[in-house]
Nanobody
Framework: QLRLVESGGGLVKPRGSLRLSCMGS????????VAWFRQAPGKEREGVSCVNSGGGITEYANSVKGRFRISRDNAENTVYLQMNTLTPEDTTVYYC????????????????????WGQGTQVTVST
């Protein structure tokens, strides 16, 4: 059974950068589409980005397009989220989720029923 662990969160100043990692274990992450979500207390979960199993197809929320970049290294069983030009509005907990299937191309990624979720990593953007 796939388990996901996020890392890389922390405190960063506005306009700074962070790279989050989502490492899979117990299964081959390369067989999964992977997405990043974020959720602040009292707010709805928001989709951030998605990448298909092969890494060639990506999708982004409008709020992060041009600032964030999702990528993956299937040999390392890891998906990354490079976050640049961070603002205080990006402050929240970030989660990765995975859906088994090489035929998922992120076309409906906000509505997928993901098979596994990580525990989350906190990102705080503040002076």
């Amino acid at each position: 059974q796939l388990r996901l662990v996020e890392s890389g969160g922390g405190l960063v100043k506005p306009r700074g950068s962070l790279r989050l990692s989502c490492m899979g274990s117990g299964a081959t992450l390369g067989d999964y589409a992977v997405a990043w979500f974020r959720q602040a207390p009292g707010k709805e979960r928001e989709g951030v980005s998605c990448v298909n199993s092969g890494g060639g197809i990506t999708e982004y929320a409008n709020s992060v397009k041009g600032r964030f970049r999702i990528s993956r290294d299937n040999a390392e069983n890891t998906v990354y989220l490079q976050m640049n030009t961070l603002t205080p509005e990006d402050t929240t907990v970030y989660y990765c989720a995975a859906l088994q299937g090489t035929y998922y191309y992120c076309s409906d990624w906000l509505n997928y029923k993901y098979d596994a979720w990580g525990q989350g990593t906190q990102v705080t953007v503040s002076t």
